[in-house]
């Protein structure tokens, strides 16, 4: 059981390893507003859809943002707690 333990996270480790130069990079070329090749006319028409705009907020529509997202997943927690009242 031992071996089989090391060997698991021996591979996460592996895999993490493998992965974190591609993953990094994407990243960083996502922070910087960099699009990503091949991605960028979909990215546009999504934006276009969803009418997001390319301008940075004030602190007061952040905090609308923020405050409007907490609630909404407060109101899905409560939703799902109290649906489990039938359950044993």
């Not at 059981?1 to 592996?14: K, V, W």
């Not at 493998?18 to 910087?32: E, F, H, Q, T």
Request: glycine share 10%.
């Amino acid at each position: 059981m031992a071996a089989q333990g090391f060997l698991l996270i021996a591979s996460f480790l592996l895999i993490l390893l493998v992965l974190a130069k591609p993953l990094g990079s994407g990243l960083a070329r996502l922070i910087a507003a960099v699009p990503l090749p091949g991605v960028a006319g979909v990215e546009r028409i999504l934006w276009r859809t969803l009418g997001i705009t390319d301008h940075e907020m004030n602190w007061r529509q952040y905090l609308l943002a923020l405050l409007t997202l907490n609630l909404l997943g407060l109101a899905s927690c409560f939703a799902c707690y109290s649906g489990r009242s039938g359950c044993p």
